[in-house]
Nanobody
Framework: VQLQASGGGLVQAGGSLRLSCVDS????????VGWFRQAPGKGREGLSC????????YYVDSVKGRFTISRDNANNTVYLQMNSLKPEDTAVYYC???????????WGQGTLVTVSS
């Protein structure tokens, strides 16, 4: 598994971004995938995760109803659609993969999301 996250950028509050997590190793369909973020001066926070076949998804309360996780196994990609963004969503966002959800063994580099007020 070789993960690469992309899609971050600068957006105004209320705007949207879609993050992508691509596995260049072409094995992502065997893995659950999670999205995490780390804001300046804070610890890493788990946001959402999706099972290997996409049948199960989970969200932390702070993003429920605003963020949607999905996956396209044919293209080895997991997405995080982020709507109604808030300044407090500003962080570096990471994706991670696991054979067993919760045991995040494989991490991609982060992508920076900045939400201006």
């Amino acid at each position: 598994v070789q993960l690469q996250a992309s899609g971050g950028g600068l957006v105004q509050a209320g705007g949207s971004l879609r993050l992508s997590c691509v596995d260049s190793g072409f094995t992502l369909d065997y893995y659950a995938v999670g999205w995490f973020r780390q804001a300046p001066g804070k610890g890493r926070e788990g946001l959402s995760c999706i099972s290997s076949n996409g049948g199960s998804t989970y969200y932390v309360d702070s993003v429920k109803g605003r963020f949607t996780i999905s996956r396209d196994n044919a293209n080895n990609t997991v997405y995080l659609q982020m709507n109604s963004l808030k300044p407090e969503d500003t962080a570096v966002y990471y994706c991670a993969a696991a054979i067993k959800m919760g045991q995040w063994n494989y991490w991609g580099q982060g992508t920076l999301v900045t939400v201006s007020s």
